[in-house]
T-cell receptor, first 111, second 113 residues
Framework: EDQVTQSPEALRLQEGESSSLNCSYT??????LFWYRQDPGKGPEFLFT???AGEEKEKERLKATLTKKESFLHITAPKPEDSATYLC????????????FGKGTKLSVKP | ETGVTQTPRHLVMGMTNKKSLKCEQH?????MYWYKQSAKKPLELMFV???????ENNSVPSRFSPECPNSSHLFLHLHTLQPEDSALYLC????????????FGPGTRLTVT
């Protein structure tokens, strides 16, 4: 059965304290791995798509990486405005169009 | 603004009511989706439409009825809901139904009393 597990469930950082969020997945054939950011009361906001192991994407203080079993979202020198829930989702080649989401990591960055 | 709008933003309905949620995308995408987001649970895909045809129905109870009249509009018709159906209902669209990132609307917060 396809699974997506995100860790930690919650992460509290001081402003400027870099860290990483993890997304482990089990699918029969990865078609794509997606990272989203969700603020309270809002819909998820697309961040990155990764398609193959070794791929990396960057945007401002965020960098996403992908291996055959997991993805990391690295946050460098975070700011309070980076506080949000970060969601990981995978699309299995055997069930196209069906994104399987993890439960998310709730990030809090204190000034 | 992601280019996906949803109305209403909040809805309170009794178990015997009938209501509809509306979604509109302004991105020229070919695929649209309905998701349910409950507290402490991952997003759950409910329905997928590609070029106005339903391609996925994830064992959703018949009290939820989707409608896609064209590639820009998606509706979710609700009737005789249960309290456990209270959740955030999210609409999304993507360029095509496989291999592309999905863009989400702000959601409709539904409360069933």
């Amino acid at each position: 059965e396809d699974q997506v597990t995100q860790s930690p469930e919650a992460l509290r950082l001081q402003e400027g304290e870099s860290s990483s969020l993890n997304c482990s997945y089990t699918v029969s054939g990865l078609r794509g791995l997606f990272w989203y950011r969700q603020d309270p009361g809002k819909g998820p906001e697309f961040l990155f798509t990764l398609y193959s192991a070794g791929e990396e994407k960057e945007k401002e203080r965020l960098k996403a990486t992908l291996t055959k079993k997991e993805s990391f979202l690295h946050i460098t020198a975070p700011k309070p405005e980076d506080s949000a829930t970060y969601l990981c989702a995978v699309e299995d080649g055997g069930s196209q169009g069906n994104l399987i989401f993890g439960k998310g990591t709730k990030l809090s960055v204190k000034p | 603004e992601t280019g996906v709008t949803q109305t209403p933003r909040h809805l309170v309905m009794g178990m015997t009511n009938k209501k509809s949620l509306k979604c509109e995308q302004h991105l020229g995408h070919n695929a649209m989706y309905w998701y349910k987001q409950s507290a402490k649970k991952p997003l759950e895909l409910m329905f997928v439409y590609s070029l106005e045809e339903r391609v996925e129905n994830n064992s959703v109870p018949s009290r939820f009825s989707p409608e896609c009249p064209n590639s820009s509009h998606l509706f979710l018709h609700l009737h005789t809901l249960q309290p456990e159906d209270s959740a955030l209902y999210l609409c999304a669209s993507s360029q095509d139904f496989s291999g592309y990132e999905q863009y989400f609307g702000p959601g409709t917060r539904l409360t069933v009393t």
